[in-house]
C-alpha cells in the first residue's frame, strides 16, 4: 500500500509534465535582432521574457513560433524565457553585443609637461551600438599626431572591451591630436604639451637712481620650449640691510623686477628646482 | 535600604537595554543583509590597487547589489541612486518601469560575490571587475512565483569613482567561457 500510492501519483503526473507547453529560443543571438522561437503545446499561454533591461508579458498562441521583435533584445547579456499555461517552463538564452559601433576615450592628463616619459595614458571602451560592451577581441589603433606631417599609430587588442596605451609626450610644446579608432569608428582627444621646467636660468642687471633693474632673458625648458607665462621667478637679493626675495610670474617669455640698491649686493634668480647665475653688483651710488 | 539600591540598579539596567537594545539589532541586521563581497586583485593591471580602493570597491559593490535588490523587490528606482550611473542605472530603472506596468517582479536572494578585478585604468578613473554571483532567482507574478532557479553567473562590471564612492556604471552578464 505504502509503495501503490507514489508508484500511481508519478504515473498520473508524469504524463502531464511531458505535455507542459514548452519554448525553444535559439542558445544565442546578436543584440536588436528579430527573431521566433517555436512553441509546443495548444491553446493559450502567457509568455514572459526578463531581460538586463526589459521585461514582458503576454498571450501567446501555443504551438505556432512566438516572435521577439529587436527592441526586447537590444541589450547583452542573459534573457529567461518562461512560457505559462497550467504549469510553467523556463529557458535562457544569451544575447551578445552587436559589433563595434562607439568608442569612449578616455585620456589623461589634458595638460603634459614635454619629454616626460609614459605621462600619457588613453584607454579605448569598445561599445556596440546599443551600449553593450563589446566583450569580443577587437583591434584598436592609437594614432599620435604631434604635427601636420607627422603620424605614428600603434595597435592593441581590447581585453573584455577595453584597450589601453601610455605615450611619451614629445620634445617639443604644442597640442597633440591622439586618435583611437576600431574599424569606421573614431574619436579623437587634444593634449596640450607644455615646456618643462626652465632650464639654464639666466639674469642680468642694470643700476639707476638707487634702483636695480633685474630681468632674465627670454625662459626656456631644455628642449627650448618657451616656460609659459604666469610661471613664477623668485629673485633674492642679499646686501647690507639682509636678504629680500620677491616672487615674480613670467610675461611675455621673460621675468623682471625692481629693486632697491643699498651698495654692493648679490642677486640670484630660482624657478622651481632651477637656479640661475649670480651676479654681484656694487651699488646704486 | 538594598532593596531600593538593587530595585535601581535593575530599572537602569532595564532603560539601558530599552534604549540600547534597538540599535544594536539595527546593526546587526544591516550587516546580515549586505551581501558577501570577496575580491581578487592579483592579475590587476595596469595600476595597481591601493589598500583603502580595494576595501572601498568592496564594500561598495555589495551595497550596490543589496540596494539594486532592494529596488527590484520593492519597484523603487530612487534606490539606485546611491551605486548606479550610466547604463546600469539606466538598465535596472527600464526593468523596475517594465515591472510596475506588468506586475511581474523579479527577486534576488543573494548568496554571494567573488570579484576578479581585471583592468584599473592608468589615471586610476575606471576599474574593470569580474564578478561570479551565486543567486536565487525568483520571479513572480502578483504574488505567484512562477519561476525558481538557483544560478551561477559572470557579471562584467565596469565601476568608476564617484564623490565618496564607487558606482556600478556598466553591468553585463557574459556566458561562462568554456573551455
Known amino acids: 500500500m505504502r509503495i501503490f500510492f507514489p508508484s500511481l501519483l508519478v504515473w498520473i503526473v508524469t504524463p502531464i509534465a511531458m505535455f507542459a507547453a514548452e519554448v525553444h529560443p535559439p542558445s544565442q543571438m546578436s543584440a536588436g535582432v528579430s527573431f521566433s522561437m517555436p512553441s509546443s503545446g495548444g491553446g493559450q499561454g502567457t509568455l514572459y521574457l526578463i531581460g538586463p533591461a526589459h521585461l514582458s508579458k503576454r498571450q501567446v498562441n501555443l504551438g505556432t513560433d512566438i516572435e521577439v521583435d529587436g527592441d526586447e533584445v537590444e541589450r ?86 577595453i584597450a589601453w596605451i601610455r605615450l611619451t609626450s614629445a620634445a617639443k610644446s604644442g597640442v597633440v591630436k591622439l586618435e583611437a579608432s576600431v574599424g569606421k569608428v573614431s574619436e579623437i582627444r587634444v ?44 629673485f633674492t637679493m642679499t646686501d647690507s640691510a639682509g636678504k629680500t626675495t620677491v616672487d615674480v610670474p613670467i610675461k611675455r617669455g621673460v621675468a623682471k623686477v ?28 | 535600604m538594598k532593596k531600593t539600591i538593587m530595585r535601581r540598579v535593575l530599572l ?50 555589495a551595497f550596490a547589489w543589496q540596494t539594486m535588490v532592494e529596488a527590484l523587490e520593492q519597484n523603487r528606482p530612487d534606490l539606485l541612486d546611491g551605486y548606479f550611473t550610466g547604463t546600469a542605472k539606466q538598465d535596472l530603472t527600464q526593468r523596475i518601469a517594465d515591472q510596475k506596468k506588468t506586475d511581474v517582479r523579479v527577486r534576488y536572494l543573494d548568496h554571494g560575490h567573488k570579484l576578479d578585478a581585471i583592468f584599473y585604468s592608468p589615471a586610476g578613473d575606471a576599474m574593470q571587475l569580474r564578478d561570479h554571483a551565486n543567486l536565487e532567482v525568483n520571479v513572480m507574478d502578483g504574488q505567484k512565483v512562477i519561476h525558481s532557479e538557483q544560478v551561477n553567473l559572470q557579471y562584467i562590471v565596469l565601476m568608476t569613482p564617484g564623490a565618496d564612492r564607487w558606482l556600478v556604471r556598466d553591468l553585463e552578464v557574459a556566458p561562462e567561457a568554456k573551455h
Not at chain 1, 649686493?265 to 651676479?279: D, M
Open chain 1, 76 to 161: 547583452a547579456g542573459r534573457y529567461t524565457v518562461i512560457l505559462c499555461t497550467d504549469q510553467c517552463s523556463a529557458s535562457e538564452f544569451y544575447v551578445h553585443p552587436a559589433g563595434p559601433d562607439r568608442l569612449s576615450l578616455l585620456v589623461h592628463p589634458s595638460r603634459v609637461p614635454v619629454s616626460n616619459p609614459n605621462a600619457i595614458s588613453a584607454v579605448a571602451v569598445v561599445w556596440d551600438v546599443y551600449h553593450n560592451l563589446e566583450l569580443s577581441p577587437e583591434t584598436v589603433k592609437f594614432t599620435v599626431n604631434p604635427d601636420e606631417h607627422t603620424s605614428l599609430s600603434e595597435a592593441r587588442t581590447t581585453n573584455n572591451g
Open chain 1, 191 to 234: 593634449v596640450q604639451q607644455v615646456a618643462s621646467d626652465a632650464c639654464n636660468l639666466r639674469i642680468r642687471a642694470s643700476s639707476a637712481s638707487k634702483k636695480i633693474m633685474v630681468e632674465t632673458d627670454p625662459v626656456r625648458d631644455c628642449s627650448g620650449n618657451f616656460v609659459p607665462d604666469g610661471t613664477v621667478v623668485s
Open chain 1, 258 to 285: 625692481e629693486m632697491p640698491a643699498h651698495g654692493r649686493a648679490r642677486i640670484t634668480a630660482a624657478s622651481g628646482v632651477v637656479t640661475g647665475n649670480e651676479l654681484d653688483l656694487g651699488g646704486g651710488e
Open chain 2, 12 to 61: 537602569t539596567l532595564t532603560t539601558a537595554v530599552v534604549i540600547f537594545a534597538p540599535a544594536s539589532f539595527v546593526i546587526v541586521r544591516a550587516d546580515d543583509s549586505l551581501p558577501k563581497v570577496s575580491l581578487n586583485a592579483d592579475n590587476l593591471g595596469p595600476r595597481s590597487i591601493e589598500e583603502l580602493t580595494s576595501k572601498v570597491i568592496t564594500r561598495d559593490y
